[in-house]
């Protein structure tokens, strides 16, 4: 019997406790609201950290601080970290969430050409998660198959946010220009 005592209090002072996270009791220093139609909001200030939860559009979001790009907001009893871009006031969610537009996640890398002058103009599709799926060339005045080419690859790697109308995600049609 007291074997099991003994147990019973050994198993008490080696179980481990837990851990209970501590609440952050700062004061936010804004609230600004989702204007795409999702904020990512990061364990860290960088795009390779993990997403630890998502705010759909027009939803408001407690900013505890600024670090350049990024704002420290409150997700329930901790921080994450999300893009500024992402962000604005209570109209801007409103008039983004009535008449949806396209906006890059991911813009296309620059291509340089110098030497070059005259303009590049692209139709990209784009599917319901914001993926181009293809590039057509709609006008060529640089008269550089190749660079025009090169444009098209760096538009067909770009993301954009999903266009969200009426609670369903619409593919759509983006104009894209290119000046040298």
Not at 21 to 47: C, F, K, M, S, W
Not at 103 to 123: A, I, K, M, N, Q
Not at 130 to 153: F, M, R, S
Request: glycine share 8%; hydrophobic share 35%; with cysteine.
């Amino acid at each position: 019997m007291r074997w099991l005592a003994a147990a019973c209090l050994l198993m008490t002072f080696c179980s481990p406790t837990p851990v209970v996270p501590a609440t952050d009791t700062r004061e936010p220093i804004d609230v600004a609201y989702v204007t795409g139609p999702e904020l990512r909001v990061h364990a860290q200030a960088n795009d390779a950290s993990p997403v630890i939860v998502k705010y759909e559009n027009g939803e408001s979001v407690s900013i505890m601080s600024r670090r350049g790009d990024w704002v420290e907001v409150r997700t329930g009893d901790r921080t994450g970290w999300a893009q500024t871009g992402d962000l604005g006031t209570g109209a801007q969610a409103k008039e983004q969430q009535d008449n949806p537009s396209p906006r890059f996640r991911r813009f296309p890398s620059p291509v340089s050409s110098p030497s070059t002058h005259g303009d590049l103009y692209f139709e990209a599709d784009v599917n319901t998660d914001g993926d181009v799926v293809a590039v057509k060339v709609i006008d060529n005045t640089t008269g550089n198959p190749g660079l025009a080419a090169q444009n098209a690859a760096s538009l067909q790697s770009a993301k954009f946010y999903p266009i969200v109308k009426n609670g369903e995600r619409k593919p759509f049609k983006y104009y894209h220009r290119v000046t040298y």
